[in-house]
């Protein structure tokens, strides 16, 4: 934009809309606050990708939509906890998922004890995509092609799904 003035002036003119936005995403003034910080200083930082004669309000709400989704992603990643037992006991799940609970341990050793009972060209992709490989990955892994893996995780989820019909 040849106008750096214009530009900041613009985007200030955004901030309440802005803040708006990142409330209705965060549902908390102090991560709204937040967002709407990582997404001006991101708009400033790329102030030259900036194209005249389109859309600045949408550029710089799609800034703030993608900024949120990566750090939704980031979080959800982060309270995951691979499982490095043997029988996959805790197979990928939150730290608050209820295996305290009575109910939560035998729910997990029936999904461990179906996983173990798959084949083991569906059981190695399938454990392997619940520990958070890609698919690109486990096919490369395992000398497949991407589309065997994929399918083979599939077929494994929706059997899965079969044998635990009753937990749901």
Sequence with gaps: MADSTSFKQRLLGLQGNLMNFAYQLTTSREAAQDLVQDTTLKALDNETKYIDNTNFKGWVFTIMRNIFINNYRRQVRSATIVDTTEDLYHLNISQESGLSTPEGSYAAK????????????????????????????????????????????????KRLQTMLKDYR
């Design 110 to 157: 029936e999904i461990s004890e179906a996983i173990s009972s798959f084949s083991e060209e569906y059981r190695e992709p399938f454990s392997l995509y619940v520990a958070g490989y890609k698919y690109s990955e486990i096919a490369e892994r395992m000398s497949l092609p991407l589309g065997t893996v994929k399918s083979r995780i599939f077929f494994a989820r």
